[in-house]
């Protein structure tokens, strides 16, 4: 069973940073992604990157989010960078493969002053 497990998340001020990690256990996975769920909102994608590196990202975060990844450490990070209170959610790591997505227990992201 794949297990996930994300860190890096906290409190902080609007324009500050954050990077969060999450590593998945297995066998390199094709694609992996970030995720957030505002209370009372539906879950939606943050960004997602490839084994390749080929990167995606919501408008909302472009410019300000940066995906990376560690192949050999099957471990990919978020640097948040700029945020804003909009940002603050719960942040899920998912990492698919042929049997569906396997997530984190997500790490809470809350940017307040």
């Known amino acids: 069973q794949v297990q996930v497990v994300e860190s890096g998340g906290g409190l902080v001020q609007p324009g500050g940073s954050l990077r969060l990690s999450c590593t998945a256990s297995?066998?390199?996975?094709?694609?992996m992604g970030w995720y957030r769920q505002a209370p009372g909102l539906q879950r939606e994608l943050v960004a997602t990157i490839t084994s390749g590196g080929l990167t995606n990202y919501a408008t909302s975060v472009k410019g300000r989010f940066t995906i990376s990844r560690d192949n050999a450490k099957n471990t990919v990070y978020l640097q948040m960078n700029s945020l804003k209170p909009e940002d603050t959610a719960v942040y899920y790591c998912?990492?698919?493969?042929?049997?569906?997505?396997?997530w984190g227990q997500g790490t809470q992201v809350t940017v307040s002053s």
């Open positions: 297995g066998s390199i996975f094709s694609i």
């Open positions: 998912n990492a698919p493969d042929r049997s569906g997505p396997n």
